[in-house]
Nanobody, 127 residues
Framework: QVQLVESGGGLVQAGGSLRLSCEASGRTFSNYAMGWFRQAPGKEREFVATISWSTGSPDYTPAVKGRFTISRDNTKNAVYLLMNSLKPEDTAVYYC????????????????????WGQGTQVTVSS
C-alpha cells in the first residue's frame, strides 16, 4: 500500500523556521515529481513547491520563493520543505504529494497533477 507520511509541523512564532518531512512507502517515486501543497481554513488547497525527478529542479509559488526550500532524497524516498522567515499567512495544513504517472511539468503545479497524498501536518505561525 502506498503511503506518504508528513511530519515536522507545529507552532512557531513569526520569523521562525520549520522543516517538514514526507516519507513515502509502498513504491519508489524516484522517477516522479513530488511536491507540497497547503490549505488554510476556508481556502482551497494551493500549490507551494515542487521538485522534479529528472534534475531535482525546484519551483515555488511566488508567495514563498526565497523563504522556502524544497529538496528530495531519493535514497530515502522522501521530500522535504524547509520553511524560513515564517509569516502568519503561512499557517495551514501542509500536504506532500507524489506523481504516480508521468505528466508534463505544467501539472506539477496543480492538485490534479498528483496521484498520492499524505495526511497533512499542521503549521501554525503566531504573530
Amino acid at each position: 500500500q502506498v503511503q506518504l507520511v508528513e511530519s515536522g509541523g507545529g507552532l512557531v512564532q513569526a520569523g521562525g523556521s520549520l522543516r517538514l518531512s514526507c516519507e513515502a512507502s509502498g513504491r519508489t517515486f524516484s522517477n516522479y515529481a513530488m511536491g507540497w501543497f497547503r490549505q488554510a481554513p476556508g481556502k482551497e488547497r494551493e500549490f507551494v513547491a515542487t521538485i522534479s525527478w529528472s534534475t531535482g529542479s525546484p519551483d515555488y509559488t511566488p508567495a514563498v520563493k526565497g523563504r522556502f526550500t524544497i529538496s528530495r532524497d531519493n535514497t530515502k524516498n522522501a521530500v522535504y520543505l524547509l520553511m524560513n522567515s515564517l509569516k502568519p499567512e503561512d499557517t495551514a495544513v501542509y500536504y506532500c504529494a507524489a506523481q504516480g504517472v508521468w505528466r508534463i511539468s505544467y501539472y506539477s503545479h496543480t492538485k490534479d497533477g498528483y496521484d498520492y497524498w499524505g495526511q497533512g501536518t499542521q503549521v501554525t505561525v503566531s504573530s
